[in-house]
T-cell receptor, first 113, second 113 residues
Framework: DVKVTQSSRYLVKRTGEKVFLECVQD?????MFWYRQDPGLGLRLIYF???????EKGDIPEGYSVSREKKERFSLILESASTNQTSMYLC????????????FGPGTRLTVL | GQQLNQSPQSMFIQEGEDVSMNCTSS?????WLWYKQDPGEGPVLLIA?????ELTSNGRLTAQFGITRKDSFLNISASIPSDVGIYFC?????????????FGQGTILTVHP
């Protein structure tokens, strides 16, 4: 079974803190993605990575950065958390050699106070 | 970023009824995917479609890849309470870098016993 795991299901942080969200996949997928999900706005792509150390901006990269040092792990970093970054964060991965179906982790619900 | 037009936005139905939802795009897609998201969880892939006109079933679920390649439909027959959740369509355009998907905004399904 395909498996994407995220380091935390729930996280509460204070404004200005640096926040790390970790995602690990065990499917040897080349591509990994970070989305945020807000009511009425659907899934919005923050960043994605197509190889180790490679990254590209998605639709809403401002306020975020990412790191991919190993193929299986993709980290999302909030350099200085703000209240408008309170959201559900979803990680996904896909293989370049298949139909590009993305498989999602369970999500991290982040609250910034 | 581009969004797909997914309708309806929400549905309230009785157990046993059939459900239909659809997604349309102004662009041609090479792949259509349908996901279901349970409350507090990440989306789970239900059906993947790769060819125009393709009709694929997964249990009580049936999805079709529109002939124009600009739309897709999902039908659920004889709904049950565990069908409750948010259903997302997603499309991948030809030449899209690294499997990026465009998502619909979701259909919220409520099933009354």
């Amino acid at each position: 079974d395909v498996k994407v795991t995220q380091s935390s299901r729930y996280l509460v942080k204070r404004t200005g803190e640096k926040v790390f969200l970790e995602c690990v996949q065990d499917m040897d997928h080349e591509n990994m993605f970070w989305y945020r999900q807000d009511p009425g706005l659907g899934l919005r792509l923050i960043y994605f990575s197509y190889d180790v150390k490679m990254k590209e901006k998605g639709d809403i990269p401002e306020g975020y950065s990412v790191s991919r040092e190993k193929k299986e792990r993709f980290s999302l970093i909030l350099e200085s958390a703000s209240t408008n970054q309170t959201s559900m964060y979803l990680c996904a991965s896909s293989s370049s050699g298949s139909g590009h179906e993305q498989f999602f982790g369970p999500g991290t619900r982040l609250t910034v106070l | 970023g581009q969004q797909l037009n997914q309708s309806p936005q929400s549905m309230f139905i009785q157990e046993g009824e059939d459900v239909s939802m659809n997604c349309t795009s102004s662009s041609i897609f090479n792949t259509w995917l349908w996901y279901k998201q349970d409350p507090g969880e990440g989306p789970v892939l239900l059906i993947a479609l790769y060819k125009a006109g393709e009709l694929t079933s997964n249990g009580r679920l049936t999805a079709q890849f529109g002939i124009t390649r600009k739309d897709s439909f999902l039908n659920i027959s004889a709904s049950i309470p565990s069908d409750v959740g948010i259903y997302f369509c997603a499309g991948r355009a030809g030449g899209t870098s690294y499997g990026k998907l465009t998502f619909g905004q979701g259909t919220i399904l409520t099933v009354h016993p």
